[in-house]
């Protein structure tokens, strides 16, 4: 009988061992794929906050032009009314 127990036994330890062996494979496999999650939400954030900034030295840049423009005009109605 403690032989047949043993057998069983040894088979039990073996499935179960297999069985463990596949949880911390997926487990190693799900924690790789939320670092590489955790990495790209980064980079992602870093490419927004580059944009946020970007964008920002545009609008600074076109209000930058438009009063530029708007002297040039000025300045050109001026120089037209002294011209007259």
């Known amino acids: 009988m403690s032989a047949i127990e043993g057998k069983f036994k040894g088979e039990l330890e073996k499935r179960i061992g297999s069985v463990i062996k596949k949880a911390e494979d997926e ?16 980079q992602i954030k870093s490419f927004m906050d580059k944009f946020e900034t970007l964008k ?9 032009f438009s009063n530029w423009q708007m002297e040039t005009d000025t300045s050109k109605a001026e120089i037209m009314t002294l011209e007259t």
């Open 56 to 64: 920002e030295d545009m609008a600074a840049s076109s209000a930058n």
């Open 27 to 42: 487990k190693a496999k799900y924690d790789k794929s939320t670092q590489n999650v955790a990495s790209l939400s980064d």
